[in-house]
């Protein structure tokens, strides 16, 4: 009988009761049980990040969706980014994968707000994105996938 797993570490042949390492993380390129490799969830997340941006963006320059070029960038800001986080989701855990999708996004969205719209950033703010980019560095690293 193999042991099963909810993230699918197990189908690599360890045995229930084989003494053999079932709950071991799986390596960069292991395909779950959701036939995912943790590379590709990564690089769906960057992508769903980067939709996240368009979206915020958007939503702003869209003057409350009264600008239809500008309102149907967002559109496919927000079909993209949530496409995208739920492709990796299949394999990154939701207490990662979520956390960093918004603050990623939300770091993006204060860089390109202050390039595009000429927002200020302030001292304040600078403190909040090393707090923000902590924690996104400190889930990937205990993602362990």
Request: charged share 15%; proline share 5%; aromatic share 10%.
């Amino acid at each position: 009988m193999r042991a099963k797993h909810p993230r699918g570490f197990a189908d690599r042949g360890a045995e229930v009761g084989s003494g053999a390492p079932a709950d071991e993380p799986p390596g960069p390129n292991y395909t779950g049980w959701r036939g995912l490799s943790s590379t590709m969830a990564w690089i769906y997340l960057s992508l769903a990040v980067v939709f996240e941006i368009v979206f915020a963006l958007g939503a702003s320059a869209s003057h409350g969706f009264t600008k239809l070029k500008v309102s149907l960038i967002t559109v496919v800001g927000v079909v993209g980014g949530i496409y995208f986080i739920s492709l990796a989701l299949k394999t990154l855990d939701v207490g990662v994968g979520y956390p960093i999708w918004t603050g990623a996004g939300a770091v993006g969205t204060v860089i390109f707000g202050a390039l595009i719209f000429k927002e200020k950033i302030t001292p304040a703010k600078v403190v909040c994105f090393v707090a923000i980019i902590g924690g996104v560095v400190g889930l990937k690293s205990l993602a362990g996938v």
